[in-house]
């Protein structure tokens, strides 16, 4: 019984007509929306994203005052990361353990990967608090915090290069498949790309699950894609509501 | 004449000393306890040398840790400004020592040093109190000119042990002339284990580290041969 | 990584002038990494390893535990490691920073999680008694490289190590000392191996004036391959890829640091990956070495329970 149950899900992971088991072709993204500005009266910057059923809220606090000499820098502003997964966020109900591994690794990776856009230089002495809350888990959890924490900056007003966009992408036989949910990344090799701008230099790379070196190019081409079109899908939100803020300063 | 010792072996005076009637002076290593007993507290060489009428007694020991005694010439490396002058570390994990800013010559309320974190400067101790931090000096204060202190630009500087940093500072180490055979190249030496050297190109720096960092334990026979060899693989 | 050592101006200086001039100061060259000095020491399961100054000994020990409910079949394995201020003062007795726990991590992945161990191999009884291997890595120096030292030293412990043999006669389980039959080796299923990558971005403004030697300096960013502590200090990111020598690659990290092309990515996988070829050698050739020490009178063969037929 369980392994037909098994067999039935590898058919559905990439059928032979092209289709992954929600219906999306190998190179699409699954939904991507975004919202900037939605907690306007408790942070000074703040986002939601939502990555198909992955859902995270991102606020951002500062450049304010540091918490003590640790989170001084004379040179450059303190960035800090917190990354909280509710417990609610996936089918099991497991209590969360505070600071336990993963979760600190996430906070420094999401933390260093944007320290490299944020100008962080024009701030000395000064700490940019990120708190990223996960709402719901499906797959591409650093990613959707990076893409969150990126527009939660740009609400902020903290200057930075350009955008930071992330995207994951695995292989499934010989096939890269775009921007994976919890079922795929389960049974695939994958990795998690983070680019700034649309240039094809990486700032963030994660893989954690093996992967031939031969599939490793197409895999990073198609993840390095899909944050282009992430980074594009952002500009627009961004746009957007500057436009809708400037409207309504005209009324006025 | 010198020989090994190890800390608590008793120290036969009539042996090291030749006048025995002369006053002794203890030098590093060495120690009197309450009962006038003398020995030495650190492993070493023990070697005496006759100053004025005295007779100075000391332990040659190496060690890691530099502890600031006035008078020596040290490399520090300036870690932090204040209102009164910077805070320099001449030893990785030791407390940091005091660079006053009238310490420099010429220097006054109007024209003060200005030193960048990360610079390098080669100073003369110039206190060195237990209890309070040790303050250092860019200055020569019998002449009140540099004489040869202040900051050290471009070049490299590395770690050596302190009796390395000692022989090469007071004995003149023959490994000096041979690399000085084989590529012109300026250095400072700070008791404190920490070398500067500096040299048109960046082949011959770190051929010089490398025949200074090679050749401690080398027996000096060997050691033109060694340089020859350093600067030829380069 | 490694922030908090006072390194001269001076210092910093002339290392980036020496990688402008493509020199390093312990005159490698950019991409060639330190060469691994692997030995084992009396007991099964004690592998020492120096890369450069760096110091690391792996012991693997096993005991037997109940296994997990919901793996009734598979077998514990953890690694421990131990970075006291014993291996530089850069690192904190009782605290872990950022970088010791991505470092643990990456460990982790590139052993634990790509399955080098084969976990089911070390059930004894499904549900009630199974093997739990356990990797205690002490660090006693620190020069760089640590990750890749680590990891040759545990992959290196485990080839090495031996297991007492088990017979089970039902819910009966015996243990037979190392005297009575031969120990059994650990089943490992392939061998990561790890390699660190630097990236420095090289400021061209103070030379810029010599515009003769242009063509081989377009690219100013400098890629080093097993930076030492030094190097490690002034590198503008690090990249680790782990790759087996089955051209498997079993973890990659780059958390920030300097943006770097996508195809200068793929040649460190290259570079990586010859890395990866070269050591399995060396960790294979070791243990032969170490193997036909023990094994004087060819004592093997007549613990062996086998017949041959």
Redesign the interface.
């Known amino acids: 019984m369980i392994l037909d149950a098994d067999s039935f899900l590898e058919k559905c992971i990439y059928s032979p007509e092209g289709l992954r088991a929600d219906g999306r072709r190998w190179n699409e993204l699954r939904q991507f929306k975004c919202q900037i500005n939605t907690h306007a009266n408790s942070s000074d910057g703040s986002s939601y994203v939502e990555q198909g059923y992955s859902k995270v809220v991102c606020i951002v606090n500062g450049p304010k005052e540091p918490d003590g000499r640790s989170h001084t820098f004379l040179d450059k502003a303190c960035i800090s990361v917190e990354v909280n997964i509710a417990s609610f966020s996936t089918v099991d109900r497991k209590k969360v353990v505070r600071n336990n591994k993963r979760v600190q690794e996430l906070n420094t990776t999401i933390q260093r990967t944007l320290e490299e856009a944020v100008l962080s230089h024009l701030y000395p002495r000064t700490q940019i608090d990120i708190s990223i809350q996960v709402l719901q888990q499906d797959g591409g959890l650093l990613p959707t915090c990076v893409n969150a924490a990126t527009l939660a900056l740009i609400d902020a007003g903290i200057p930075m290069v350009d955008y930071v966009s992330a995207c994951s992408a695995g292989i499934y036989d010989t096939t890269p498949l775009l921007d994976l949910n919890t079922m795929e990344e389960n049974d695939l090799a994958f990795l998690t790309v983070g680019v700034i701008g649309k240039s094809d230099s990486l700032a963030l790379l994660m893989m954690e699950t093996r992967m031939s070196m031969d599939n490793l190019e197409p895999v990073m081409a198609i993840a390095i894609a899909g944050s282009h079109s992430i980074r594009d899908i952002m500009d627009r939100e961004v746009r957007r509501h500057g436009k809708q803020r400037l409207a309504k300063k005209g009324n006025m | 004449m010198s020989h090994i010792v190890l800390p608590g072996d008793t120290v036969d005076r009539a042996n090291l000393v030749e006048n025995d009637s002369a006053p002794v002076i203890l030098g590093p290593g060495m120690y009197q306890d309450l009962s006038n007993n003398q020995y030495p507290i650190n492993a070493g060489l023990i070697n005496t040398t006759k100053k004025r009428s005295n007779q100075l007694i000391y332990v040659d020991y190496n060690s890691k840790r530099y502890l600031p005694a006035v008078n020596d010439h040290v490399i520090g490396i300036v870690q932090g400004k204040h209102s009164e002058g910077f805070r320099v570390s001449l030893c990785e994990g030791s407390a940091p020592v005091q660079l006053g800013e009238f310490a420099f010559p010429n220097a006054s309320k109007k024209n003060r040093p200005n030193l960048p974190n990360g610079a390098l400067v080669y100073a003369r101790v110039s206190a060195a109190e237990r209890n309070i931090e040790s303050e250092i000096e860019c200055i020569d204060p019998t002449t009140g000119k540099d004489g040869g202190f202040g900051e050290l630009k471009g070049g490299f500087v590395f770690d050596i042990s302190l009796a390395y940093a000692r022989k090469l500072l007071f004995k003149g180490g023959i490994i000096l002339e041979f690399i000085g055979e084989c590529a012109p190249f300026e250095i400072a030496i700070g008791v404190n284990g920490k070398i500067w050297i500096d040299a048109p190109d960046v082949r011959t720096i770190i051929a010089v580290k490398d025949c200074i960092q090679g050749s401690e334990h080398m027996a000096p026979e060997m050691v033109r041969a060694f340089v020859g060899e350093t600067f030829k693989s380069k | 990584m490694a922030v908090g050592?006072?390194?001269?101006?001076?210092?910093?200086?002339?290392i980036l002038?020496?990688l402008r001039?493509s020199?390093r100061?312990d005159?490698r060259s950019f991409s060639e990494p330190r060469e691994v000095d692997l030995s084992f020491g009396d007991e099964f399961g004690h592998a020492q390893v120096k890369l450069g100054q760096t110091w690391v000994v792996a012991k693997i020990s096993a005991e037997v535990v109940k296994p997990r409910e919901d793996r009734p079949f598979e077998g514990g394995f953890t690694i421990n490691t131990d970075i006291s201020s014993m291996a530089s003062?850069l690192f904190e007795n009782n605290r872990q920073s950022?970088d010791e726990?991505?470092m643990?991590?990456m460990i982790e992945?590139a052993i634990r999680?790509?399955?080098s161990l084969d976990l089911e191999s070390l059930c004894i009884v499904a549900g009630k008694k199974v093997w739990n291997i356990r990797a205690d890595v002490h660090v006693l120096n620190y020069d760089g490289g640590l990750v890749d030292a680590i990891c040759i030293a545990v992959i290196a412990g485990l080839l090495h190590f031996r297991k007492p043999d088990v017979s089970v006669d039902g819910e009966e389980v015996s243990f037979h000392s190392f005297e009575d039959r031969n120990p059994v080796p650990l089943s490992i299923l392939h061998m990561p191996i790890c390699s660190t990558f630097s990236f420095f971005q090289v400021d061209q403004s103070e030379d810029a004036n010599d515009s003769n030697n242009l063509p081989e300096r377009l690219d100013p960013q400098v890629v080093l391959v097993d930076a030492n502590a030094q190097e490690l200090i002034l590198s503008g990111?690090d990249?680790t890829i782990t790759?087996n020598k089955n051209?498997?690659?079993?973890?990659?990290?780059?958390?920030?640091?300097?943006?770097?092309?996508?195809?200068t990515?793929?040649n460190c996988?290259?570079i990586a990956?010859e890395f990866a070829v070269k050591t399995t050698k060396l960790i294979n050739d070791k243990l032969k070495e170490d193997h036909a020490k023990r094994n004087v009178g060819n004592i093997d063969q007549l613990l062996s329970a086998e017949n041959d037929r």
């Open positions: 050592k006072s390194i001269s101006l001076n210092e910093s200086q002339f002038r020496a001039e020199k100061l005159g003062p950022d726990v991505i643990s991590r992945k999680r790509s399955n990111g990249m790759v051209r498997d690659v079993c973890q990659m990290l780059k958390s920030g640091g300097l943006r770097v092309e996508a195809y990515i793929l996988v290259n990956y």
